[in-house]
């Protein structure tokens, strides 16, 4: 096995361990490679592993890994997770599977307008600024609901549920209250029984906090440096 995969294997057994802990089944999380900053053959070599999921950050960086492994198309899913401006949907409805990072009704409706009638529906979760930092994205926890209504609404897009990135916390007990947090909202939007919703899907966690992620009800974690390493570059 390679060192990815080795690596791979590792955050899987921490992702089984954790639902153990919190008494829920392993199967019910999923893993997001975060693949940000590694090129096409780190990816490939995931894929090789068994891993089928893939997150990116930045919008450029993204199509030219899904251009440059075509040939693995099918068995990829790409997941579009940072910040997404108006000018940068188009792409973004065309190639990727996912977008995790929807904080505002203008975003989602230019991704469902844009999203090409022969594909599916383009998965996507509301980001949710769960500590109320002024700089960081996110929809308000109080308009979450309004926003969750509206975005289930678009022809083009299936609301599957919610993604967090709370500020880093010291401890596990720390870490799991802010994600306890974002389970509530999540919680929120499930109750008001929105039409045209399939929310089976909370992102919650990286490779620092993936435990408290999954202790608080997480459903999908984004990993990235446990399984790649550092990162030593931004991409221009």
């Not at 996507?124 to 996110?138: E, R, Y």
């Not at 909370?202 to 906090?209: E, I, R, T």
Request: charge should be neutral; hydrophobic fraction near 45%; aromatic fraction near 4%.
């Amino acid at each position: 096995m390679t060192m990815i995969g080795d690596d791979l294997q590792q955050v899987n057994n921490r992702i089984a361990q954790a639902c153990v802990t919190a008494g829920r089944n392993p199967r019910e999380v999923r893993l997001l490679a975060v693949s940000k900053t590694f090129g096409p053959e780190a990816v490939r070599e995931a894929h090789a592993a068994g891993q089928r999921a893939f997150g990116e950050n930045y919008v450029q960086e993204g199509l030219d890994k899904i251009e440059a492994l075509a040939d693995l198309r099918a068995s990829l899913q790409w997941h579009c997770i940072g910040p997404l401006q108006s000018n940068k949907t188009r792409p973004v409805a065309e190639q990727f599977d996912w977008v995790h990072s929807v904080d505002r009704l203008k975003i989602a409706e230019r991704l469902s307008a844009q999203r090409p009638t022969h594909l599916a529906p383009l998965n996507v979760c509301l980001q949710v600024n769960v500590d109320g930092g002024a700089n960081k994205s996110g929809v308000p926890p109080q308009e979450a609901v309004a926003l969750a209504r509206a975005v289930a609404a678009l022809p083009q897009l299936r609301l599957r549920g919610l993604m967090a990135i709370p500020e880093p916390a010291d401890g596990f007990d720390a870490q799991r209250e802010l994600f306890v947090r974002a389970h509530a909202v999540f919680q929120s939007i499930l109750d008001a029984g929105i039409a045209g919703a399939e929310l089976d899907t909370l992102s919650l966690g990286m490779s620092a906090d993936l435990e408290a992620a999954i202790s608080a009800g997480s459903t999908m974690v984004r990993v990235g440096t446990a399984i790649f390493g550092g990162r030593a570059r931004k991409p221009g």
